[in-house]
């Protein structure tokens, strides 16, 4: 889906939809009362408190990188048709049948698709699993997770503080910090989303660094992202120094088709522009447009590395 604009302030249709925030509420609450299962080895959780993209996978990636041993991720693999636990291989799964997320995670490390988290983790463990990096799964109460950490993107925030279907949130801002270890702020807090955070939650600052295998000063481009702000991804491309002559977003987690990938090659050949996309957008791309395209990957850089470390390590 794409998240509708009304989801950033609280207009007329967020007040109207914002009674059905109390069933929201109430689902979100009783999901996450329920027991979880102690697997016996260090499990990570990075969520968020709403939906749509907040930096969840990089982090992720990003800590994947720092566990010693072998540590598993596991994703519920939203969009994939498998339900699972299913351990996901490089060039025999497709993001149509274990999710984009996990072609990423799978990169960096092993990786397990399952809807049923639980059923995730037993496979990873059988699997020689030192550690599990749960990407998402803050509101799924199937595993006991020893280090949660709260996602926010300080440039959304969190929308305009209501919840579902009137606003972006899965469940109040403070439950959701209430289960978490510390608050990862990536970027600046633009909206004033720190301010909703108890004061007894740490902060862990970090930026998202844009980089390219091939220099884009002054190319003319053409960027598409199917995420969850491609508005953002679009402002990479630029900070980047392309001339961006066309941008198109789509949905998230969007299943690119052979009409789309005809269209963006016919402009892009038109304008005499390069494509460039995300990585999350380019495991989901038809051969032929995947050739014609450059992606843009976005780097994590820690203000304090250190603090990182010694949460990891607690």
Not at 112 to 128: H, M, N, P, S, T
Not at 247 to 275: C, F, I, M, Q
Request: glycine share 10%; proline share 7%.
């Amino acid at each position: 889906m794409i998240a509708p604009e009304f989801w950033t302030r609280r207009g007329l249709a967020a007040q109207l939809l914002r009674p059905f925030g109390l069933i929201t509420r109430l689902a979100t609450a009783r999901r996450v009362g329920r027991p979880g299962l102690s697997i016996g080895i260090k499990t990570i959780c990075v969520g968020n408190a709403s939906v749509g993209g907040a930096g969840k996978t990089v982090v992720a990636l990003d800590i994947l990188s720092r566990l010693p041993g072998l540590p598993f991720a596991l994703t519920r693999g939203y969009g994939g048709a498998l339900e699972g636990p299913v351990l996901v291989e490089r060039g025999l799964h497709t993001a149509d049948e274990v999710g984009d997320e996990a072609l990423l995670l799978v990169d960096a490390a092993p990786t397990v698709k399952a809807r049923d988290r639980a059923a995730g983790a037993r496979l990873a463990l059988a699997e020689g699993a030192t550690a599990i990096v749960m990407d998402d799964g803050l509101q799924n109460p199937a595993l006991q997770k020893d280090l949660s950490l709260l996602v926010i993107d300080g440039g959304y925030g969190f929308g305009n503080g209501l919840l579902l279907p009137a606003g972006p949130l899965r469940e109040p801002v403070a439950c959701a910090a209430q289960r978490c270890h510390a608050a990862i702020l990536i970027g600046n807090d633009e909206t004033g989303a720190l301010a909703q955070l108890p004061p007894f939650l740490p902060v862990l600052r970090a930026n998202l660094i844009p980089d390219c295998i091939e220099p884009l000063g002054r190319r003319p481009v053409i960027a598409f992202a199917g995420i969850g702000r491609p508005d953002k991804f679009f402002r990479s491309v630029l900070s980047l120094g392309a001339e961006l002559v066309a941008s198109h977003a789509y949905p998230d987690h969007h299943v690119y088709e052979a009409r789309d990938a005809t269209a963006l090659l016919a402009e892009a050949a038109n304008k005499g522009a390069r494509l460039v996309t995300t990585a999350k957008d380019f495991v989901k791309l038809p051969p032929n447009l995947r050739a014609a395209c450059l992606v843009v990957q976005a780097q994590l850089v820690w203000e304090d590395e250190l603090a990182l470390e010694l949460l990891l390590n607690a």
